[in-house]
């Protein structure tokens, strides 16, 4: 199964489409907040509140079970910069997820802490590391999970 995760795609509408056309048969699409859009504009997509969806009403996190594996999803602007990661590993662990997918950065991450995977797919629109916009398609074959950075442009 993959799964298609982007964020911060701050107003822009066209991306996420491509990105769902592309797609087509994905088994979840997930956003990591900053759409800047309203619910019925994500097209599919489950979403969370990122620092710039002031006007919409989008849950903090998300708690997705997918096939039985169990994927928080939050935006990240509530951890502070120099323990980010820790944190994220506590919640996680305190939910018993096993996948974790976050935004706000606009710079892709991706690595395995204490067992949990942790996915930054990067932003959809503007990079702050000067690579391409890029997002992460995690592909979940039984216990196997295996994430691949794709960019746009």
Not at 24 to 46: N, R
Request: proline share 5%.
């Amino acid at each position: 199964m993959e799964l298609i995760v982007v964020s911060d795609n701050h107003g822009r509408i066209e991306p996420l489409k491509e990105i769902r056309n592309k797609y087509p048969q994905a088994g979840a699409y997930i956003h990591c907040g900053d759409s800047e859009l309203p619910p019925e504009s994500l097209d599919g997509y489950v979403s969370v509140m990122g620092n710039n969806d002031y006007f919409y009403d989008y849950p903090n996190q998300r708690i997705l079970n997918i096939d039985g594996i169990k994927i928080l999803v939050i935006h990240g602007h509530r951890f502070s910069f120099s323990n980010r990661i820790s944190q994220i590993v506590a919640l996680a662990s305190k939910n018993d997820c096993k996948i974790v997918c976050y935004g706000h950065t606009h710079v892709y991450d991706y690595r395995v802490v204490d067992g949990i995977t942790i996915v930054n797919p990067g932003s959809i629109w503007r990079s702050r590391d000067g690579s391409k916009p890029s997002y992460a398609v995690i592909k979940i074959s039984g216990n196997e999970i295996s994430v691949i950075k794709k960019t746009i442009g």
